[in-house]
């Protein structure tokens, strides 16, 4: 399995404090049944510079592997970040906050008002030749109010990724993205041991047993596709509708 977002990295934003939290994060990730994990600590354009960022994340991934008991769990890594979306994004360099060797960028969006030029920006960003992922999109409510909006952004290239503790809760509007194929990918953004965990397995398990095994199987090939810097051939999502009220 692959986790494509968490925050295991020691010491750089609200996840993981120190190495000895990441080493407790990485051993339930096996357990887990995980063996290929993407590391994406939060990046603010508005808060510290690229450079800067690159620095700390770099050093912090270092760290982290200067364990040897990293080293000897049988998991492979790349280094990518979760964008706080920004209109600045038209102007910057995005190769450095890439997945290694891929062109796929994990944004996430201000979880209040639709980000001013979001489609726009996206669409700029897709037409330099990067894959955006969109990060947890059951949490915008500009998406979730109205899931047409989502569905224009996946037609136009971009990949909706769903976090594991939201199917688990059972997430009405996750489970409807799932059901609809709206959303390519699953991951467990997982910060911590107590309240964001790693839950790919526990997750999986859940949409198995509620859409059916095939679900699964497509969830972790767009999962490997994307690790290995591959296309993911996604096929469109069912158009959402609005009936009575009540999106179907
Ligand atoms: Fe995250």
């Known amino acids: 399995m692959f986790d494509l977002h968490c925050h295991i990295l020691p010491g750089i934003d609200d996840g993981a404090k120190n190495t000895e939290t990441s080493l407790e994060l990485l051993k339930e990730e096996a357990k887990q049944g995980v063996n290929a994990i993407t590391f994406t ?27 040897p008991e990293v080293q000897d769990m049988g998991i492979k890594f790349k280094c990518g970040a979760e964008i706080f979306f920004s209109t600045k994004l038209n102007d910057m360099e995005l190769d450095q906050f890439c997945f290694t060797d891929s062109n796929y960028l994990l944004i996430e ?3 209040d008002e639709k980000p001013y030029g979001l489609t726009h920006t996206l669409i700029d960003i897709i037409n330099r030749g990067y894959q955006p992922i969109l990060a947890h999109v059951e949490r915008y409510p500009y998406f979730t109010s109205d899931p047409t909006k989502l569905y224009d952004l996946v037609e136009k290239g971009c990949i909706a990724q769903v976090n594991g503790g939201a199917i688990l809760e059972g997430d009405k509007i996750c489970l409807k993205y799932i059901k609809w194929g709206m959303a390519q990918l699953v991951c467990s953004d997982c910060h911590n ?25 497509w969830f972790e090939k767009n999962a490997r596709d994307v690790f290995a810097g591959r296309y993911v051939d996604q096929p469109m ?12």
């Open 237 to 248: 999502p069912k158009m959402p509708k609005k009936i009575l009220g009540i999106w179907l």
């Open 41 to 67: 600590p939060h990046f603010h354009p508005n808060r510290i510079s690229p450079e800067d960022f690159i620095r700390v994340r770099n050093r912090s991934y270092e760290k982290l592997m200067a364990v």
């Open 109 to 111: 969006l201000s979880t």
């Open 193 to 217: 041991m107590n309240s964001r965990s790693p839950n790919l397995k526990d997750a999986y398990r859940f949409i198995k047993k509620k859409f059916g095994e095939e679900y699964v199987e």
